[in-house]
Nanobody
Framework: VQLQASGGGLVQAAGSLRPSCAAS????????FSWYRQAPGKQRDLVAT???????NYADSVKGRFTISRDNAKNTLFLQMNNLKPEDTAVYYC??????????????WGQGTLVTVSS
């Protein structure tokens, strides 16, 4: 299963971006779909997760500003990012965990999309 992230870019503080991540390949289901981010010199941290039933979880630093969503028919993940701050600057990675069939699981990472927020 391959993940292709896009939609990053340069934005001023308080602006918005909506990166997306499209999954392709042999997909039976995606149970967990997540966004992570990694700032220069720092570890990769979880930003938000959405599971198959549609439940969501967010890092405290983005609650109230970011919204994660998914299009199950297109196996695509989105991250609506509002009121962006310079500290949100990072490479954003998508992650998917699920099954290619009833008997085989997969875990895949996207290549990352750069988000830069200027002050």
């Amino acid at each position: 299963v391959q993940l292709q992230a896009s939609g990053g870019g340069l934005v001023q503080a308080a602006g918005s971006l909506r990166p997306s991540c499209a999954a392709s390949g042999s997909i039976f289901n995606i149970n967990v779909f997540s966004w992570y981010r990694q700032a220069p010199g720092k570890q990769r941290d979880l930003v938000a997760t959405i599971t198959t039933p549609g439940s969501t979880n967010y890092a405290d630093s983005v609650k109230g500003r970011f919204t994660i969503s998914r299009d199950n028919a297109k196996n695509t993940l989105f991250l609506q990012m509002n009121n962006l701050k310079p500290e949100d600057t990072a490479v954003y990675y998508c992650y998917a965990g699920g099954r290619t069939n009833l008997y085989r699981a997969f875990r895949s990472w996207g290549q990352g999309t750069l988000v830069t927020v200027s002050s």
